[in-house]
């Protein structure tokens, strides 16, 4: 390291620091996290790269260290990515000790940096092999980054058929007023300084797997020596009278977002659908639409995956900001003027004034264009893939939200979950077995949503839960809740109960069970198991 692009600097004393401390200390007026794990020290950046949360307040286990708010995890040791949901490493910094005294050795540019990208190979003209992408979200970006990373020099060539370069979609409903250039991940440099091709407004229509090619909507074709199906889902659509409707709108692209943002503020707005979409969309807006309501199926908002006493949670949060329920209910006609749609009528003949219909009632899987194939998929059109990321099909792999998976640390059951988080951690796998470094999916499906500047966090898979266990209070909007099945925790959620669904993670990812008693012990001590 050159001296003079470095700077060395005493943080601390060796005693400061017990052993499992997260400290976060000061280095040329920059914060960086100190650790010591099994009397070694280490020092990385302190925020998160995904979202910037304070790494200090993290979860320790081993080596790695996972983020208190959406579980991303890295290695103390190098910084490395463990775990998604995150693009960059962590800078990483030299620790001495001395005469009881701890030094810490940085280079000027990491401490002004927050994040480190691991580094890539070199795009080599003379490698032709191919790797064809197919979608343009978080699995596809991840798995191009992971092919370079792990020195990959061929051809990288990723297809969407929208008209951007990968962008965060978890802000479309969360933060509706983002610009674009705000939520891309990458931006269109990044692609070409590491020879990734982005084919934009192309849609793949056929696949050839014994040719091994795919067919576009334009009429061109695309050779392959590795594929990767990672297409995403499209909001299902809302089948009755009016639905055609002007003002009837979807939300999948920015361009989305932006329109109903527009057509919303200062209107009559009807959301269908009280699960994640139309949650946030409805807290986003409360403040902006002239009147809010919000129609679904189920007795309380989120009631399929967070059941009832989360989701009445959510709901008083919105009632309070105006928001009316209509629960246990459906759609039945939409009517209009002018083409234009001026309210909804519910099933009980109720009708509700709207200049803006905003449907999110679930998504289904973008496969059709596999129907010619002998690619395995369930009833859903969802691509059935091994923990490998690999189809029945050689050659060809999937990952994200049009996949079904197993889930090993959940008792092997196939599924579908349709986290970013888990698009993430499918691309990275994927990746490494179309290198076939044989690399199987080990992950805690983690996820969570934002309504009103609060997020609700999850980690688990709570399908077919039979009770649960409330730690803290739901009416103080503190809480933390634990999804039984078979006298053990699969899931859990929280509530301003930082750091407990990253902890409770961590313990699921080590195969450790934690039993329904042990969640309504005061004894903690399971936790430190992680």
């Not at 099994?38 to 925020?47: L, R």
């Not at 674009?180 to 934009?200: N, P």
């Not at 407004?201 to 199906?229: C, M, N, P, W």
Request: proline share 3%; hydrophobic share 40%; with cysteine.
């Amino acid at each position: 390291m050159d001296a003079a692009d470095s700077i060395t600097e005493q943080v601390c004393q060796e005693s400061d620091v017990q052993d499992g401390e997260l400290r976060e200390v000061e280095v040329a007026g920059h914060t960086v996290l100190l650790v010591r794990n099994k009397m070694e020290f280490s020092a990385v950046g302190s925020k998160c790269t995904h979202a910037g949360a304070s790494l200090s307040k993290g979860v320790l286990a081993g080596n790695r260290l996972r983020c208190p708010w959406h579980g991303a995890c890295f290695n103390i040791r190098t910084g490395d990515i463990e775990e998604y949901p995150t693009l960059d490493c962590l800078p990483c910094f030299k620790v001495r000790v001395e005469d009881g005294k701890v030094f810490i050795t940085a280079k000027k540019k990491d401490l002004e940096s927050d994040r480190r990208l691991k580094a890539m190979s070199e795009r080599c003209r003379s490698n032709e092999t191919t790797m064809l992408l197919l979608g343009g979200g978080a699995a596809a970006l991840v798995c191009a980054e992971t092919l370079r990373q792990e020195g990959f020099t061929g051809r990288i060539i990723m297809v969407t058929k929208e008209k951007h370069v990968p962008y965060d979609r978890t802000q479309l409903s969360k933060a509706m007023d983002k610009t674009l250039e705000s939520i891309y991940l990458r931006q269109q440099d990044f692609f070409e300084a590491h020879g990734i091709e982005v084919w934009t407004e192309k849609e793949v229509v056929s696949v050839d797997t014994q040719g091994q090619k795919a067919h576009f909507q334009d009429g061109a074709f695309q050779r392959y020596d590795q594929l990767l199906i990672a297409t995403g889902s499209s909001p299902r659509q809302l089948q009755c009278p009016g639905s055609d409707l002007q003002n009837v709108c979807s939300l999948q692209t920015p361009e989305d977002a932006n329109r109903i943002l527009h057509l919303a503020t200062g209107k009559r707005v009807v959301i269908l659908g009280a699960s994640f979409i139309g949650m946030e969309v409805a807290a986003f807006l409360s403040d902006k639409a002239s009147t809010m309501c919000v129609v679904d199926r189920g007795e309380f908002p989120f009631q399929a995956v967070l059941g009832p006493q989360v989701g009445g949670v959510t709901m008083k949060m919105l009632q309070n900001k105006r928001v009316k329920f209509y629960m246990k209910a459906e759609i039945s006609e939409l009517r209009g003027e002018n083409r234009k749609v001026t309210e909804a009528v519910l099933a009980s003949g109720e009708k509700l004034p709207a200049d803006v219909v905003v449907v999110g009632i679930g998504v289904t899987s973008n496969s059709g264009f596999l129907k010619d194939t002998s690619i395995a998929m369930d009833r859903g059109g969802a691509v059935l893939v091994d923990l490998f990321m690999q189809t029945n099909i050689p050659r060809v792999f999937a990952a994200g939200d049009v996949t079904s998976f197993p889930l090993t640390l959940f008792g092997g059951t196939t599924a579908t979950i349709r986290h970013w988080q888990i698009a993430q951690a499918h691309g990275h796998i994927a990746a490494l077995n179309m290198l076939k470094q044989q690399k199987a999916l080990h992950t805690v499906p983690f996820f969570w949503t934002s309504l009103l500047g609060k997020s609700i966090r999850y980690a688990g898979y709570g399908n077919g839960y039979t009770d649960t266990v409330v730690k803290g209070n739901l009416e103080q909007l503190k809480f933390l809740v634990f999804y039984i099945k078979d006298d053990n925790v699969i899931a859990v959620a929280s509530l301003n109960f930082d750091p407990m669904v990253s902890l409770v993670a961590e313990v699921m990812h080590s195969g450790r069970q934690i039993s329904k008693a042990e969640a309504q012990s005061s004894d903690i001590t399971w936790m430190k198991q992680a």
